[in-house]
């Protein structure tokens, strides 16, 4: 991502939004090394007293969902104008609900090319296994089916994440992180 922590209004910083709320905790530490929260906030996480809760809130920043998200690059591309790019990292259990793809065919109508999407495919909805588990080929031909540039890719292998990121293409993108065999990929 481009971003300049020393000037964290640039009009020209990349956006990233959290829509899994349970990876809460990685959040706030990137928070704490980016110099946003001291890192003795941490040693607060779920107390009463502090705003670090286990599970992502509203009142927090970069904690909307998807369609918040297509919003950012809907304005970035088309009133700002700006080269910045907005990444979304959602739950899968969060891709059986049907506002995410009313959100992805928005970002498709309007061509929303500076939006990322990457789903985090750990098969585990809020109560119960997310319902199409390490199902691969599904997830990308949903995506393709919404308007999508969708990409497969090893989850673990950073260059081929960082390739994946550096795909230009003139519609919205989804980067499907496919988890190791080890934990039971299917695709």
Known sequence: MRYKSQDPRNL????????????????????AEA???????LLNLRKISSNL???LVPKQASTDGLGATCGMAYTGK????????????????ELSEGSVWEAMAFASIYKLDNLV??????CLGQTDLAPLQ???DIYQKRCEAFGWHAIIVDGHSVE???????QAKHQPT??????????????
């Open 12 to 31: 020209h910083n990349d956006r990233f939004v959290l829509s899994k709320g349970h990876a809460a905790p990685i959040l706030y530490t990137v928070w």
């Open 35 to 41: 110099g946003f929260l001291p890192k003795a906030e």
């Open 53 to 55: 809760d286990w599970h």
């Open 78 to 93: 088309y009133f700002d104008k700006a080269s910045y790019r907005v990444y979304c990292m959602l739950g899968d259990g």
């Open 117 to 122: 999407a990457i789903p985090d495919i750990n």
């Open 134 to 136: 390490h199902q691969m």
């Open 160 to 166: 081929e994440l960082c390739k994946a990121f550096g």
């Open 174 to 187: 989804d980067i499907i992180p496919r988890p190791s065999r080890a934990e039971g990929s299917q695709g």
